[in-house]
């Protein structure tokens, strides 16, 4: 069995709890992570870049530390890290799909429909996700 691991330039789901409507809510986006750094702490921690296309607030280019508490074939789950202190908060790093960009992403998927894509973008979520999201055929 391969683990999961996280590449720079490149798409991937991202689940965090709690989120930002609640307690109880998740908070999901496609991530673009621009850069992963693990950091020689011998504590499992990886330093996360990514922009991240959902966040409302406006600010969508992030920088987090995540502790890796489980690496399984398809996703990452971590402790999210500011500074010194444990956020409280935990952030799931997945494979993504259509079928991800479909459940969590409704208004994206509904409104930018793959099959009005270009052929590329039909074939890949990556590609989609660059044409979707950034504006640019791959």
Not at 82 to 89: N, T
Not at 101 to 124: I, N
């Amino acid at each position: 069995m391969t683990l999961f691991e996280i590449s720079s330039r490149r798409w991937y789901g991202w689940q965090m709890l709690p989120g930002y409507s609640g307690p109880f809510l998740p908070y999901h986006s496609p991530i673009y992570v621009t850069d992963v750094v693990p950091l020689k702490s011998g504590r499992g921690i990886l330093k996360l870049a990514f922009f991240n296309a959902f966040y409302a607030e406006g600010v969508q280019n992030f920088q987090v530390e995540l502790k890796v508490l489980k690496r399984a074939e398809t996703y990452l789950v971590g402790d999210l890290i500011y500074g010194k202190e444990d956020s409280g908060r935990c952030g799931i790093v997945s494979q993504i799909e259509f079928a991800w960009v479909e459940q969590f992403c409704p208004d994206l998927w509904a409104g930018k429909p793959v099959d009005r894509m270009s052929a590329p973008a039909q074939q890949s979520v990556c590609a989609y996700l660059d044409e979707a999201i950034f504006g640019r055929s791959v």
